[in-house]
């Protein structure tokens, strides 16, 4: 699967990261634009979104269409606690999850950031409760 794709022609179950800047801030909520890369490679402003944190109301518009609209696909979405198996039959309890530069998912076996994994190639097979 690309690093990015459009809206319109990602899978219903894709995970994927919408880009956006923080454009404002207050007590009564936060203004976000939402950013796109053109296919010039231009990265555009491609709408807002406000989010009202007392009454958790979001309101915004898109100034494009938003089918047209790309997002970063994460390749797997993995929560701490997930156990995992590698391609050779390994399995590891997540403790930690990130994103790396390229926008790929890592997941490491200990609490810290190190050792980091790729997400890709591995499959969730179960799930703990860690204390």
């Given at each position: ?17 919408l ?32 989010v ?39 399995t ?40």
């Amino acid at each position: 699967m690309p690093r990015w794709m459009k809206l319109s022609a990602m899978p219903v179950g894709t995970t994927a990261l919408l880009p956006v800047r923080l454009a404002a801030k207050s007590g009564a909520g936060a203004t976000f634009t939402v950013l796109d890369r053109g296919d010039a490679g231009a990265i555009t402003d491609n709408g807002t979104i406000t989010v009202a944190t007392p009454s958790k109301v979001v309101t915004g518009a898109w100034t494009g269409d938003p089918a047209e609209q790309r997002l970063q696909v994460v390749a797997l979405a993995l929560a701490v606690g997930d156990v995992v198996e590698g391609p050779d039959g390994t399995t590891a309890v997540v403790r930690w999850v990130g994103t790396a530069p390229d926008g790929q998912t890592v997941w490491s076996p200990a609490v810290g950031t190190r050792p980091q994994y790729p997400a890709e190639g591995w499959q969730v097979i179960a799930s703990v409760t860690l204390p």
